[in-house]
Nanobody
Framework: QVQLVESGGGLVQAGGSLRLSCAAS????????MGWFRQAPGKEREFVAS????????YTADSVKGRFTISRDNAKNTVYLQMNSLKPEDTAVYYC??????????????????WGQGTQVTVSS
């Protein structure tokens, strides 16, 4: 089992950057594929990006491609989401999630086994 804790959210102006972190407990972090999702008020949770065990393979949603980058440091049990050129429509609660399989093309909420509590990102215009 793994527990996930996100951090790094906050208020930023449009065009700015933030880096989210997700710290995982447990000694088997490197055996989990990881993902980031977001949920804006009144909307469904949507996929943002995912990464495989080794960090070699990633997949990013079209809505953030070229602006957001997912990465991981297995020695630190941490996955990151670097967010650049932020837009007001990026405002949401951001969640990290883990799936206990290798691979990186996990884009559905139901595919993930564990979730963090979320961190708020607000982008002002």
């Amino acid at each position: 089992q793994v527990q996930l804790v996100e951090s790094g959210g906050g208020l930023v102006q449009a065009g700015g950057s933030l880096r989210l972190s997700c710290a995982a407990s447990g000694r088997t972090f490197s055996r989990y594929a990881m993902g980031w999702f977001r949920q804006a008020p009144g909307k469904e949770r949507e996929f943002v990006a995912s990464i495989n065990w080794s960090g070699e393979h990633t997949y990013t949603a079209d809505s953030v491609k070229g602006r957001f980058t997912i990465s991981r440091d297995n020695a630190k049990n941490t996955v990151y989401l670097q967010m650049n050129s932020l837009k007001p429509e990026d405002t949401a609660v951001y969640y990290c999630a883990a799936v206990s399989r290798d691979g990186y093309y996990y884009t559905k909420v139901y595919e993930y086994d564990y979730w963090g509590q979320g961190t708020q990102v607000t982008v002002s215009s």
